[in-house]
């Protein structure tokens, strides 16, 4: 089967996919500036300090939900292949941003056990589990969808 496209719209694709491709790298070299510089690094089995413990946290989620989800989106309308392989890409970056988003929120709450705090006091926490429960079953429904 012969993919035929607009070649404008290959040609727009290409200029948003390498802005998208440059402000990710963006996104990741500031947040590890911001982790390792500014926060100290990270660390999960820091028994030190607790807070090497938490930067893990925000820089797999940032990497998980910034970089994995826009790659896996940009993936699906522009790999030039067939639908089936798309949504196969897709779906496989899809399941490393929750397995990321997964361990961020192990890293959190890793975070609140060693410096005894409490866990789920913000809305942040909340609506961060929530997005994660959304995000594996809209996973489920869809391998549920599969016909294999």
Avoid at 14 to 42: E, K, N, P, Q, S
Avoid at 56 to 72: K, Q, T
Avoid at 100 to 117: D, P, R, V
Avoid at 123 to 137: K, V
Wanted: hydrophobic share 55%; glycine share 6%; net charge positive.
């Amino acid at each position: 089967m012969a993919l035929t496209a607009n070649p404008k719209f290959l040609l727009a694709a290409t200029h948003a996919r390498t802005v998208a491709h440059i402000l990710a790298l963006l996104a990741v070299i500031l947040m590890l500036v911001w982790v390792l510089h500014y926060r100290g690094g990270a660390n999960l089995r820091s028994d030190a300090d607790p807070e090497l413990i938490f930067n893990v946290h925000p820089l797999v989620m940032s990497l998980g939900f910034i970089v994995v989800i826009g790659e896996a989106i940009m993936a699906y309308r522009t790999i030039p292949t067939e639908k089936r392989v798309r949504k196969f890409i897709h779906m496989m970056l899809h399941f490393v941003a929750l397995t990321l988003g997964i361990f961020g929120i192990y890293a959190a709450f890793k975070y609140h056990k060693e410096s005894a705090s409490p866990d789920m006091l913000s809305l942040h926490s909340w609506l961060g589990i929530c997005t994660i429960c959304l995000f594996g079953l809209q996973i489920i429904f869809y391998l549920s969808d599969l016909h294999i």
